[in-house]
């Protein structure tokens, strides 16, 4: 399940959570974009990472590119919250 | 009726007014994201915006409803699968052929379109160039910030970029060679000189469309001319500037020994000398420069203004000039620079000015 709110939410159909299949987060994030062609580019950059100030947590636990995903694993895409 | 396209920190402004006689705020867009750059392309009437948002990354948007929606335009990314990412879009200019438009961007990309902004591919002859490994940027990054088109021809351009110097194509973009000969970096040793790939930190760039071989350089200390359309350069800093640093610099198009600078007091101090804020005029290809100051600010301002936040509409005795500054002031005149008036006050930080 990965779950997008803000901007993310409207260039992915209107909704806040999403089922796809992946065994990274990286692959999830992948397969959101093929699902989603509009996301292309907001949530990973041209290298396949994701951008620096979004955060990305698999149940709760900070998260990156390679870091596994179960079956069941909730997958949420936050923007950071930066400066002081 | 003059339209003002305003870039700041926290979004987009467009203004509608007559100089000297104020201006109202008509429109504002992607309220709280940074702005860099916006334009409207007279051709089409299509409004473009760069926006970098500081969690997805940068895009372009355009918007043919005066800016009430706005569509992301595809294709303004680097190659996927690369070691870079697209960082910044820091402007965009209308191309000579119909429904071209121009990107320049960091890391010193170069895109282009043929439908007006909808949908951009990147420069190959530019992005492939074998020194750019060497290429180093400037303390705002490796910004593609100025483009130079050739009126009435699509073939040729020049683009700078920070800090790997002016670079000029006469097919269209697919082969590139630089136009740096006669600039002096004072922040490089001599011995570095030699060395082309050494920084040389260009701040803006205009071409007089008049005798378009004629273009005026903003440099990071030093104000040059080239004759050659870009290829060399002549130091024209002195002559009456209180400073040869600063970063916008504006042409007026009837006059192509005419040029307009706003000084800072240095790199070390980026704002307007003497806390006074005066535009530096010439009208002999800058063999003197004279200061245009009545109405602008003349006690304790300390002002900032970027290199893209200067612009002008009309040309001759009917130029208009504009220019923002990072205090959010805006300022404008209607008749060449001689006397100002304020445009607005507490605006963002203003990033880019666009007039028409």
């Known amino acids: 399940m990965v779950c997008v709110r803000g901007p993310l939410r409207k260039l992915t159909g209107g909704r806040p959570e999403h089922e796809l299949q992946g065994a990274t987060v990286l692959a999830l994030l992948q397969a959101l974009e093929a699902a989603y062609p509009e996301v292309d580019g907001w949530i990973l950059d041209e290298r396949g990472l994701i951008r620096r100030h979004i955060n990305v947590f698999v149940n709760g636990g900070r998260a990156g590119e390679a870091s596994d995903v179960r079956s069941g694993d909730r997958v949420e895409v936050i923007p950071a919250i930066t400066g002081g | 009726m003059t339209e003002l396209v305003v870039g700041t920190k926290k979004g987009l402004f467009v203004l509608e007014g007559e100089p000297g006689e104020g201006f109202e705020i008509q429109t504002r867009a992607f309220a709280g994201q940074p702005v860099d750059f916006a334009t409207r392309d007279p051709r089409s009437g299509r409004l473009l915006a760069t926006v970098t948002s500081p969690f997805y990354g940068p895009k372009i948007f355009y918007s043919d409803d005066a800016g009430a929606d706005w569509e992301q335009a595809e294709g303004a990314a680097l190659p996927e699968g690369g070691d870079r990412a697209l960082e910044r879009i820091w402007v965009i200019a209308c191309g000579q052929d119909s429904g071209t438009v121009y990107a320049g961007g960091d890391p010193g990309v170069l895109f282009e379109s043929r439908d007006g902004g909808a949908s951009w591919e990147i420069n190959a002859g530019l992005w492939e160039q074998p020194s750019r490994p060497h290429w180093q940027p400037g303390g705002g990054g490796l910004c593609l910030h100025t483009i130079c088109t050739w009126p009435g021809d699509p073939d040729r351009l020049a683009v700078a970029v920070s800090a790997a110097g002016m670079w000029l194509t006469e097919d269209a973009g697919r082969t590139w060679r630089r136009g740096n000969e006669g600039i002096v970096p004072r922040y490089?040793?001599?011995?570095?000189?030699?060395?082309?790939?050494?920084?040389?930190?260009?701040?803006?760039?205009?071409?007089?469309?008049?005798?378009?071989?004629?273009?005026?350089?903003?440099?990071?200390?030093?104000?040059?001319?080239?004759?050659?359309?870009?290829?060399?350069?002549?130091?024209?800093?002195?002559?009456?500037?209180?400073?040869?640093?600063?970063?916008?610099?504006?042409?007026?198009?009837?006059?192509?020994?005419?040029?307009?600078?706003?000084?800072?007091?240095?790199?070390?101090?980026?704002?307007?000398?003497?806390?006074?804020?005066?535009?530096?005029?010439?009208?002999?290809?800058?063999?003197?420069?004279?200061a245009r100051g009545d109405g602008l600010p003349s006690e304790h301002a300390y002002l900032t203004v970027l290199r893209q936040a200067f612009a002008r509409a009309a040309e001759g005795d009917a130029l208009q000039l504009y220019f923002g500054a990072t205090s959010g002031d805006l300022f404008g005149s209607g008749d060449a620079g001689a006397t100002w008036t304020t445009v607005a006050t507490r605006l963002p930080p203003v990033f880019s000015v666009e007039a028409s």
């Not at chain 2, 008049?210 to 001319?225: A, C, D, L, S, W």
């Not at chain 2, 005419?258 to 800058?286: C, F, H, K, Q």
């Open chain 2, 188 to 290: 490089l040793p001599q011995e570095a000189l030699a060395d082309e790939n050494a920084g040389r930190c260009v701040h803006h760039v205009e071409r007089a469309p008049k005798r378009p071989e004629r273009m005026f350089m903003q440099f990071h200390g030093g104000v040059y001319r080239s004759d050659d359309a870009g290829a060399s350069w002549t130091d024209i800093g002195g002559g009456g500037l209180p400073s040869d640093f600063g970063f916008p610099l504006m042409i007026d198009p009837a006059d192509p020994d005419s040029a307009y600078v706003i000084p800072l007091v240095a790199d070390m101090d980026r704002v307007t000398p003497d806390g006074r804020v005066r535009v530096y005029e010439t009208r002999d290809g800058g063999a003197s420069w004279a």
